[in-house]
C-alpha cells in the first residue's frame, strides 16, 4: 500500500540544524511532485517547500528560502528537508506530500521542536 514515512524530527535549540526525510513506498515515485508541509498548533497547515519529479525545480515559502533547502532521490525513493538556522516559530509538525495530477498522497508527520 502506499506509505510516506517521516523520520529526524526532535527537540532542537534555536540556531541549530535538522534534516527530515520523508521514505515513500507503494506507488510510483519518480512521476510524483514531493512536498513538505507543516503545522503549528493552532494554525493553518502551509506549504514550506516542494520539488518537481526530476528535482529541476524547487519552490519555497518566500520566510524559509535561505534556510531550507529540499531535495529527492528518486532511486532511493526519498525526500529531504534540510533546516537549518532553526527559529522557535519553526515548531510544527511537518509532513510530507506527494501528488501527481489527481491523485495525492500524506504522510503521519514528524515533530519539530525548536526550543532552548
Known amino acids: 500500500q502506499v506509505q510516506l514515512v517521516e523520520s529526524g524530527g526532535g527537540l532542537v535549540q534555536p540556531g541549530g540544524s535538522l534534516t527530515l526525510s520523508c521514505a515513500a513506498s507503494?506507488?510510483?515515485?519518480?512521476?510524483?511532485?514531493m512536498s513538505w508541509y507543516r503545522q503549528a498548533p493552532g494554525k493553518e497547515r502551509e506549504l514550506v517547500a516542494s520539488?518537481?519529479?526530476?528535482?529541476?525545480?524547487?519552490n519555497y515559502a518566500d520566510s524559509l528560502k535561505g534556510r531550507f533547502t529540499i531535495s529527492r532521490d528518486n532511486g532511493e525513493k526519498t525526500v529531504t528537508l534540510q533546516m537549518n538556522s532553526l527559529k522557535p516559530e519553526d515548531t510544527a509538525v511537518y509532513l510530507c506530500?506527494?501528488?501527481?495530477?489527481?491523485?495525492?498522497?500524506w504522510g503521519q508527520g514528524t515533530q519539530v521542536t525548536v526550543s532552548s
Open positions: 506530500h506527494a501528488q501527481f495530477k489527481y491523485r495525492d498522497y
Open positions: 520539488i518537481s519529479s526530476t528535482g529541476g525545480v524547487t
Open positions: 507503494g506507488f510510483a515515485f519518480s512521476i510524483y511532485a
